[in-house]
């Protein structure tokens, strides 16, 4: 798995049109992989939010983290309509991305 460090936002799905979670990091491959393994208590973990549906990276870590804030503040349709313009059936972006995923 890519070890990079880049600043991202990503979004997070159960399934198609289920629930969503947002976060931030500086390694996508590495968290989306801890979410997969269950390894984080609480939302993702309760709500079995799993899938990466979509992405984006930032120059700086600070850049990301305001981007993470304002989704997270927007209307659940804004962020579907998001997710759809990267991924329009809502494919699991994690291999394609980061490479097969091990648990």
Not at 16 to 38: E, M
Not at 54 to 66: G, H, L, Q
Not at 88 to 100: S, V
Request: aromatic content about 12%.
């Amino acid at each position: 798995m890519p070890e990079e460090k880049v600043p991202s936002v990503y979004l997070l799905a159960s399934k198609r049109h289920g629930t969503l979670y947002c976060g931030v990091t500086s390694n996508l491959c590495s968290r989306v992989s801890l979410h997969k393994q269950g390894h984080f208590e609480g939302f993702s973990k309760t709500y079995n939010v799993k899938m990466l549906v979509w992405y984006t990276t930032f120059p700086t870590m600070a850049e990301a983290i305001i981007r993470e804030k304002q989704i997270k503040e927007w209307k659940r349709g804004w962020k579907i309509e998001l997710i759809e313009k990267m991924n329009p059936t809502w494919r699991d972006l994690f291999e394609e991305t980061c490479g097969p995923y091990i648990e």
